[in-house]
Nanobody, 117 residues
Framework: QVQLVESGGGLVQAGGSLRLSCAAS????????MGWYRQAPGKEREFVAS????????AYTDSVKGRFTISREKVNNTVYLQMNNLKPEDTAIYYC??????????WGQGTQVTVSS
């Protein structure tokens, strides 16, 4: 099992920044990638960004490219999401995702991000 603990959400004005963190613990030796998804009220959960654990290759959904940056710290099994120039449409619950090399997915409890206009 893998446990994920997220932090860093909050309330920010449009144009502001937040940094989300997600620390993985437990059986983390088979990590393939970690990433972030979000779910806004009344909408389905959507992919935001991910990074592969071995090579550090990152991917982003189009709406956050140039504003969000994902990074990982292997020694601490932690992934970060730096979010700049936040917009009201970024308001959502952000969930950390861990995927291992066998295709199993684990999820964090979610952290609320609210961007006021």
């Amino acid at each position: 099992q893998v446990q994920l603990v997220e932090s860093g959400g909050g309330l920010v004005q449009a144009g502001g920044s937040l940094r989300l963190s997600c620390a993985a613990s437990g059986r983390t030796s088979n990590a393939y990638a970690m990433g972030w998804y979000r779910q806004a009220p009344g909408k389905e959960r959507e992919f935001v960004a991910s990074v592969t654990w071995a090579g550090g290759y990152s991917a982003y959904t189009d709406s956050v490219k140039g504003r969000f940056t994902i990074s990982r710290e292997k020694v601490n099994n932690t992934v970060y999401l730096q979010m700049n120039n936040l917009k009201p449409e970024d308001t959502a619950i952000y969930y950390c995702n861990y995927r291992n090399v066998f295709g199993a997915n684990y999820w964090g409890q979610g952290t609320q991000v609210t961007v006021s206009s």
